[in-house]
Structure formats: structure tokens, C-alpha cells
């Protein structure tokens, strides 16, 4: 069966920080840096899920500020391109900086890996109810 919501569309909407099953900027609240909607305005797709959800990004966004800015200032403090002290300062600022950038971002992707692995369970793809039929099968 075909996907109405195909993965690269999942893909493109959680890059973009939207609604994986609309396509709709309702993440987070409006006005709001880090005020996460309970569900999206548009679709009502449930956005805040259970703990497990907030301590995924979290992990996604602890991860990301390891590799893509600690790990790279501590190979450039050992092959001498500034000292050691410098390192220590910009990777401390860096440290609670950049999760902090990519706050917004870890919530979006961490709900778009979930549907990139269960696509299915987007409710754009559930199938049709039948008449007589309920979700539960
Ligand atoms: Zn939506």
C-alpha cells in the first residue's frame, strides 16, 4: 500500500521544523522559542508525547553538539591550532550554546524519526475506516 505521507516528505517536513503528518509550523507554540504545542493546530497530530519523547531529543541534541562542535574544538586544541585554554572556553560557551540552537530542531527531529521508522502510524496513513469498522484492528 502506498503512503500517503512518503518518508521523504516526512523527511523534508521534520529538516523544516513542520508537522510531519500536515506540513503545517505548529510545533511550537507561536511567540514561543522553546514552548512545544501539545498537538498541531492544524491536524491534531500529538505532538507532546510521554517523557520519552523529550529525553529522545534531548539525547539527539546532546549527540549532535558532541560530534558536530565539542569533538571538532577538542581536535583542534590537540593539533595545536589554538591552545587548550581556548578550547576550554569556546567549548564551555559552545556546550550550552549550541544545544540550545538546536533545541527547536532535536523536538522536530526526533518526532520525524519516529515516522520515518513507522510511517504507518502517521495519522495521514492510517487506511480508511470502513463503515462498522472501528481504529482498533
Ligand atoms: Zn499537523
Known sequence: M?????RGQIMARGLANRCPNCGARS????GTLFE??????????????DEGGFLGALSLNYGVTLIVFVLPVMLLAIFGAFSFRTASIV?????????ALLYRSSRSWWLMNYYLVLPRHLPANLPPVAKGEDENI
Do not use: Q, Y
Not at 510545533?27 to 507561536?30: I, M, P, R, Y
Not at 491534531?44 to 508525547?49: M, S, T, V
Open 2 to 6: 502506498n503512503l500517503k505521507v512518503t
Open 27 to 30: 510545533l511550537f507554540k507561536e
Open 91 to 99: 567549548g564551555g560557551i559552545g556546550a550550552i550554546g549550541f544545544p
Open 36 to 49: 512545544v504545542n501539545p498537538a498541531c493546530g492544524e491536524c491534531g497530530l500529538k505532538i507532546e508525547r
